[in-house]
């Protein structure tokens, strides 16, 4: 993937406790069409080289959630909690949410609850929250374009 100056960016890579790290940036430049990628990192006064495949472009659908925990999907308490969750990690990622209607944790299948709806940018959005079907311990947050089915969390290039 190419990435232009300017581009607004989340890496996810492993941090020193072994941990998932994710930050976010802007693209400074590409040292090759391949990589990788010189990134500043929000908060940061200098810039950092990453490799290309630890790089996405930040959108609504791209912000994602990988919890360890059933029980936040099977607590309706906890469930209720994921919204806030997800749209702090959007406010991280700087994104702009211009509404969210909350659904109180609808379900619409038996792996899979219907959070909320969000407007973003003019396009309307589906936040759900799922059990990772190779993993049932794990709950997946993330943002569908409305309308569209729940995407496959096996097609993510996300640690899980």
């Known amino acids: 993937m190419m990435f232009e100056h300017g581009d607004r960016v989340r890496c996810t890579t492993t941090g020193d406790d072994g941990l998932p790290l994710v930050r976010y940036g802007f693209v400074r430049s590409m040292l090759s069409e391949t990589g990788p990628v ?16 630890t790089v996405v472009s930040v959108s609504i659908t791209s912000i994602e959630l990988h919890l360890d925990g059933s029980d936040l999907l ?3 308490d906890l469930r209720r909690g994921l919204m806030p969750l997800w749209q702090a990690e ?7 949410v211009d509404s969210v209607i909350d659904h109180g944790a609808r379900p619409e299948s038996e792996h899979c609850w219907s959070l909320a709806s969000l ?8 936040l759900r929250a799922l059990r990772v079907p190779d993993n049932p311990d794990v709950v997946r947050v993330r943002a569908d ?4 089915a729940p995407s496959d969390p096996r097609s993510q290039d996300v640690p899980r």
């Open 38 to 53: 010189v990134v500043m990192f929000d908060g940061e006064i200098s810039t950092e080289i990453v490799e290309v495949s």
């Open 145 to 148: 374009v409305f309308g569209a």
């Open 90 to 96: 959007a406010e991280s990622a700087g994104l702009d």
């Open 119 to 126: 407007t973003s940018g003019g396009q309307r959005y589906i």
């Open 74 to 76: 099977d607590d309706p």
